[in-house]
């Protein structure tokens, strides 16, 4: 084995690929077919600086190393701008060579296209065993596939914890950006790149001023710092989006454990852009063997349990909880290679927190035997655990996937979880074996509850579908119809259809309007969220499985499977571009209002039991506060709070605490997808040791 170590230095006379006789050039770098790394943008230059290491262990030198220099376009495929060989036996060993490759196109070769300075030193490694854990550090696409670009570092310790800090960011605004429309105004929207992750604002319309007061973090993996490389766009329905300019931010001159506000112009633009930035000491996240084991460690087990005593709610609120997650093997995968074998891996994401286990190669039946510990943000997290199988020279294929709410997690409990379709919506074949802790403190979980949820920076992008319109038609329809339902039987009250049942309502009608006091709201509220509660309790549960909602993603799915089949068929949604975003949009609105009132309704059937006896406490409260305080003291108070709030924090975040509430209730699309199915009997830790033993 050999370690080559990588400087990209610089390019020089590149091609233009874009109008303005300029290029956003970047570089990958491959070795038997397989992305090994991809190189940060530098745009509008032909003569980019770009000063990034990569470390890269490689097996034998037979396979040169492949560079290849793209034009970066948003939204269209990249331009090709050349690419070279670099052949690793020429290389001398422990001696650093700086190497100029002439970058051509195979189809032109007579075209000068530049070249690409690098300073190399290949390491032999030979004699070492090394037990090579991959780390995330993927280029994930929007899509659900991904190339595997990753970096190998050894497990020589047998426990490596994997980033040493965390940038949190807060977008505040932009001021006087430039003018991209026609109306002298522009839809600005900002991107954000450390390394290879990513995070874009949303978008704000008709405006030059901004005021986006979004936060988000990302991982510091370097001692030293890194680059932030910030560009702010004008959204460009049906066309490309133009740019309005770019900026960058060193975090190495930044202290630590301290907030900057920084105001920063835009280049090769107009405006500024304002921002918060405070780097902290990094997270609880580490990847280790079995036989290293956080919990195990009984001074360290303790010391965890007292991080997170009632003791200490007020320490460090973003830090609610620890979570272990043992990955220890996967049975009956699907074959993806032609051998009939896979080569699988598995991937471990909490939130924006991603993991990789090493791969298995030529195994339908893997042990993987790793210990991986997150920190907890949010308790109504979900972890998604997920199967690839690694390609050399393709995407990684999809072997199945897990998702599992924490609050749902039984500690210290090896079991076997099916694993499910990308959809979440129904089996796929094998299982995967997983054990997993969780160790939160309830009272900051609670208050956590009621701030704005995190965001994933890499979602799937929305599209338009008529199964995924029909749906949350069907959804809002089922919402509005209760509604309906209730008006009709107050109707029916009023109309004397039934002379006993409005005989008592008329009665029950007087007796409210006569006596009602405001407390009475949250009282009644309350009452109805005690009720359920003992119907379940009880056994009466009158919760039914939602057997509607999974008929859908079955049919979702279906069609899903035949646009993968028939995706060189066009067919009518194809061609109304014109439209798309109008489709879109009402296909998410409808999401919205479903989800919204599917929320409200699962608060009440208890369906996730630690937010329901959450909001028993808070009504508790509100009944408290309304039945001891006139409503003019408490409308004062409130009015106050809003009027002053922006001159005591000027950069806070607003939010709706109830929306943030409900934001952490599962619709019932989610309630489908976080089912845990049950596995064949013959799949079980139990009989696997028996048969070990035997």
Not at 223 to 236: P, V
């Amino acid at each position: 084995m050999y370690q080559l170590d990588i400087t990209l230095r610089r390019g020089q006379s590149l091609a233009a690929r874009d109008r303005g006789g300029t290029s956003d050039p970047y570089v990958k770098f491959k070795i038997g077919g397989k992305e090994v790394f991809r190189s940060k943008i530098i745009y509008k230059n032909l003569n980019p600086v770009w000063e990034e290491k990569a470390c890269i262990l490689i097996d034998h030198l037979r396979e040169p190393l492949y560079v290849k220099v793209f034009d970066y376009d948003f939204g269209l495929q990249d331009d090709f701008m050349g690419s070279a060989f670099l052949d690793l036996t020429q290389l001398e060993l422990n001696r650093s060579m700086d190497v100029t490759l002439t970058l051509k196109d195979p189809h032109y070769p007579d075209h000068d296209l530049g070249v690409i300075l690098l300073s190399v030193v290949l390491t032999p490694k030979e004699g070492e065993h090394r037990d090579v854990t991959m780390l995330m550090r993927k280029s994930w696409k929007r899509s659900s596939k991904f190339q595997t670009q990753s970096l190998r570092l050894s497990d020589v310790h047998r426990k490596s914890h994997l980033w040493r800090g965390i940038v949190s960011i807060t977008l505040i605004e932009g001021r006087d950006l430039k003018a991209m429309d026609s109306n002298g105004l522009s839809d600005p929207y900002v991107k954000f790149r450390l390394g290879h992750q990513k995070y874009k604002s949303k978008i704000m319309p008709k405006t030059l001023n901004p005021q986006w007061r979004e936060q988000f973090d990302f991982h510091l993996y370097e001692e030293r710092g890194g680059i932030i490389d910030i560009t702010a766009w004008d959204k460009d329905a049906g066309k490309r989006d133009d740019f309005i300019g770019r900026c960058q931010v060193d975090l190495s001159a930044l202290s630590r454990e301290q907030t900057h506000k920084l105001e920063l112009q835009l280049e090769e633009g107009e405006g500024h852009l304002v921002l918060l930035v405070t780097l902290t000491a990094s997270a609880t996240v580490s990847i280790s063997d079995l036989s290293v084991n956080s919990l195990e460690d009984q001074k360290e087990r303790e010391e965890i349990l007292k991080r997170y005593s009632p003791l200490r709610i007020f320490h460090n609120l973003k830090d609610v909880g620890f979570l272990q997650v043992k990955v220890i093997r996967a049975e009956g995968l699907m074959a993806a290679d032609v051998t009939g074998k896979s080569d699988p891996f598995c991937v471990v994401e909490l939130n924006n927190d991603r993991l990789l286990t090493h791969t298995v190669y030529k195994n339908l039946n893997p042990d993987w035997n790793k210990v991986f510990t997150f920190n907890i943000k949010d308790i109504h997290s979900v972890l998604e655990v997920t199967v690839y199988d690694e390609d050399r020279d393709r995407s990684a294929d999809f072997l199945g996937k897990v998702a599992i709410p924490l609050l749902s997690i039984q500690n210290g409990e090896q079991k076997a979880y099916v694993l499910k379709n990308k959809q979440l919506t129904g089996p796929t074949k094998g299982v995967i074996y997983l054990e997993i802790d969780v160790i939160f403190n309830a009272v900051k979980a609670s208050l956590r509850t009621l701030i704005p949820k995190e965001q994933k920076y890499i979602e799937e992008e929305n599209r338009l579908s008529k199964q995924l319109l029909l749906r949350n038609f069907i959804r809002t329809k089922r919402c509005v119809m209760v509604l309906v339902n209730a008006a009709y039987y107050v109707n029916s009250c009023f109309d004397w259809d039934s002379p006993p049942r409005s005989l008592a309502a008329f009665v029950l009608f007087l007796f409210v309007v006569w006596n009602f006091e405001l407390y009475m709201i949250p009282l009644v509220l309350l009452l109805l969220l005690t009720w359920n509660y003992f119907l379940i309790i009880s056994g009466k549960d009158n919760r039914q499985r939602d057997t509607v909602v999974e008929d859908m993603l079955e049919d979702e799915e279906e069609e899903d499977d035949k646009d993968d089949k028939d995706s060189e068929k066009k067919g009518f949604i194809n061609k109304i571009y014109a439209i798309q975003e109008v489709c879109i949009s009402v296909q998410n609105i409808l999401d919205e209002v479903a989800s919204f009132g599917e929320r409200i309704k699962n608060t009440f059937n208890w369906t996730v039991p630690f937010l329901s006896w959450l909001a028993i406490v808070a009504l508790c409260m509100f009944t408290v506060i309304l039945y001891f305080i006139p409503l003019r003291y408490i409308v004062l108070v409130w009015g106050i709070n809003k009027f002053t709030k922006k001159l005591r924090c000027p950069y806070a975040i607003d939010n709706n605490e109830l929306l943030d509430f409900l934001s952490r209730v599962p619709s019932d699309i989610q309630v489908v997808q976080y089912q845990e199915l049950k596995p064949d009997p013959s799949h079980s830790p139990c009989k696997r040791k028996k048969n070990n033993l035997g």
